[in-house]
């Protein structure tokens, strides 16, 4: 399904103070937003909801990357805002986050998205472990039960059209879309929420952010990398298919799914740096539903198990060893191709080709080879 992703950062920050809106202020030497937003590569296409004000600014931060949409006067306003200007996009899921959040763990995101498979709202929350009390005037005048109460977070995610739908028919006045959803009828289920994913509020919360940010330093950051190889012979036919793309020959490729030899060397190479393993553990080669499967579905799954796990795909480099066809024209379209199903920027992604001078089985064009390494970083 595809995924969208809102970014809300149209406040003016009044209780943080700091004579800055918080999303623009410093956080360790990068602005709040933009980590924000690093924290969403990779996951679907972001839009930022900016205060009208912002606009120059954010262009100067994001230039094309993201989609910018002038916000309103209150949070769902703003909110409103961005659904509307994905109005016939295509959108099927959209997660909506408060830019304040910026250090969101990619777990958080994935068991929205996730629990979204089969739940039409998720939304992450942390159950409150602190005893409640009621207070008047600096004084306890009562307490209240703790049994079922959580702390809600962000980024909350739901259908596309259905959240649309409830945004349109909100009178206003919610403190968050979740309370939107629920007035429109549609039940929310609870996902894991995180300590890290604090919203900077008051002054103070830049220094839990910065604290945060250096327990991460001191674990190191994890980089993980995988390699993947494939070989797939020709047989009759009239072209092959490599990286998603319909290359014309004067052969076809052999294989039990649609023999995409480079798609499979990176699948391969994502779940290599995962340590998952390989394609034929997670769909069989026996299995008949994968029979003339397209490519798509396996790479599709490596790059969603890598989010659940808490990783983004960096970038991925994929090598095709082979006399004819010529790569080259179509290069291009296969890195497009790519950087689409793995939801990153084309410019992560490199496909390249080789002859093997003639040499050993494609140099004698009895199949086609390819070698793919990708490299994923965690939170
Ligand atoms: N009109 C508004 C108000 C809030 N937000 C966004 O909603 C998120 C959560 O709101 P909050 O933390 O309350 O931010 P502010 O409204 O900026 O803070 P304050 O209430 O202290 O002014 C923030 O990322 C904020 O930028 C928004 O996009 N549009
Ligand atoms: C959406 C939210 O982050 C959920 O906790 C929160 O309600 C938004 O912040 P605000 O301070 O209530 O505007």
Known sequence: MTVAVIIVAAGRGSRAGGGEPKQWRDLAGVPV?????????????????????????????????????????????????????????????????????????????????????????????????????????????????????????????????????????????????????????????????????????????????????????????????GNGYDVHAFCEGDGVILCGVKVPHTKALLGHSDADVGMHALTDAIYGALAEGDIGRHFPPSDPQWKGAASEIFLAHAAKLATEKGYRISNVDVTIVCERPKVGPHAAAMMAELARILGISPNRVSVKATTSERLGFTGREEGIAALATATLIGD
């Not at 600014?57 to 994905?86: H, K, M, N, P, Q």
């Open 33 to 225: 937003l933009a980590r924000t937003v690093a924290a969403f590569r990779g996951i679907g296409r972001i839009t930022v909801v900016l205060h009208p004000d912002d606009m120059v600014r954010g262009i100067a931060l994001f230039g094309g990357t993201v989609t910018l949409v002038a916000g309103g006067a209150t949070r769902d306003a703003s909110v409103r805002a961005a659904l509307e200007s994905l109005t016939g996009s295509g959108v099927e899921k959209v997660l909506i986050h408060d830019g304040a959040r910026p250090l969101v763990p990619r777990a958080v995101i994935a068991g929205v998205l996730t629990a979204l498979d089969t739940a039409p709202a998720a939304a992450p929350a942390l159950a409150v472990t602190d005893a409640l009390w009621r207070g008047t005037e600096g004084r306890v005048s009562g307490t209240e039960s703790r049994e079922g109460l959580y702390r809600a977070q962000t980024p909350q995610g739901f259908r596309f059209a259905q959240i649309l739908a409830a945004h349109r028919a909100h009178p206003g006045g919610a403190a968050d879309d979740v309370e939107v959803a629920r007035a429109a009828g549609l039940t929310v289920d609870i996902t894991p929420g995180s300590e890290d994913n604090l919203k900077i509020t008051f002054a103070e919360d830049f220094a839990r952010a910065r604290a945060i940010l250096a327990a991460r330093k001191d674990r190191g950051m994890d980089v993980r990398v």
